[in-house]
């Protein structure tokens, strides 16, 4: 069965850059039928959806973050990352990693996150 | 970039009740649109995708409808343990963007 598990810093300082790991188990990353995702929650809010990266390696960003973020994926080690650059109090957030799944409907593809991370809180803060 | 709204941003109801939950996209996004359902303290969960397709292991009292701009979730007969809160979100264009959410409280 397919689990999900992020890591990384809790803690990070103004202006420095947050970097999660989101490593995959029970299966492999290295399958064109999904993607990798990233989203967030900042407390008592709702969910921002961060990017996506796929199998080709394209990567897709939410345009309010393009500037800050990386995706990446390692397979060799079946995990992907996050980075986000510059980070201000805005970015404190519950971090989740998720699978993507590609589904054909009536010949047409859709996409969604089916397998989640429990998600990992990192605070901006000096 | 395309925006979601949900209505209404809460709602309470009793066990049995029929719910439904309301979801627009300011474009139209045929039926590229997926439901989630988040517990508290938890993951969030895919409940429909492709506007009206059952995820595998959700119970058949949830369904999904419309397209377009225009969705809805609907709860046949409510559930203590369907106490959550509710996402929308457009799944295939970019910004893969959520909805504002519907909290549902069992009365």
């Known amino acids: 069965q397919l689990q999900l598990q992020e890591s990384g810093p809790g803690l990070v300082k103004p202006s420095e850059t947050l970097s999660l790991t989101c490593t995959v188990s029970?299966?492999?990353?290295?399958?064109?039928?999904?993607?990798w995702g990233w989203i967030r929650q900042p407390p008592g809010k709702g969910l921002e959806w961060i990017g996506n990266?796929?199998?080709?390696?394209?990567?897709y960003y939410n345009p309010s973050l393009e500037s800050r973020v990386t995706i990446s994926v390692d397979t060799s080690m079946n995990h992907f990352s996050l980075k986000l650059s510059s980070v201000t109090a805005a970015d404190t957030a519950l971090y989740y990693c998720?699978?993507?799944?590609?589904?054909?409907?009536?010949?047409?593809?859709?996409?969604?996150?089916?397998?989640w991370g429990h998600g990992t809180m990192v605070t901006v803060s000096s | 970039d395309i925006q979601m709204t949900q209505s209404p941003s809460s709602l309470s109801a009793s066990v049995g009740d029929g719910v439904t939950i309301s979801c627009r996209a300011s474009q139209s996004i045929a039926n590229y649109l997926n439901w989630y359902q988040q517990k508290p303290g938890r993951a969030p969960r895919l409940l429909i995708y492709a506007a009206s397709r059952l995820q595998s292991g959700v119970p058949s009292r949830f369904s999904g409808s419309g397209s377009g701009t225009d969705f809805t979730l609907t709860i046949s007969s409510l559930q203590p343990e369907d106490s959550a809160t509710y996402y929308c979100q457009q799944g295939n264009l970019a910004p893969r963007t959520f909805g504002p959410g519907t909290r549902v409280d069992i009365k």
């Open positions: 029970g299966g492999s990353i290295s399958s064109s039928n999904y993607y």
């Open positions: 998720a699978r993507g799944d590609i589904v054909m409907v009536v010949a047409t593809t859709h996409e969604s996150f089916d397998i």
């Open positions: 990266i796929y199998y080709s390696g394209t990567t």
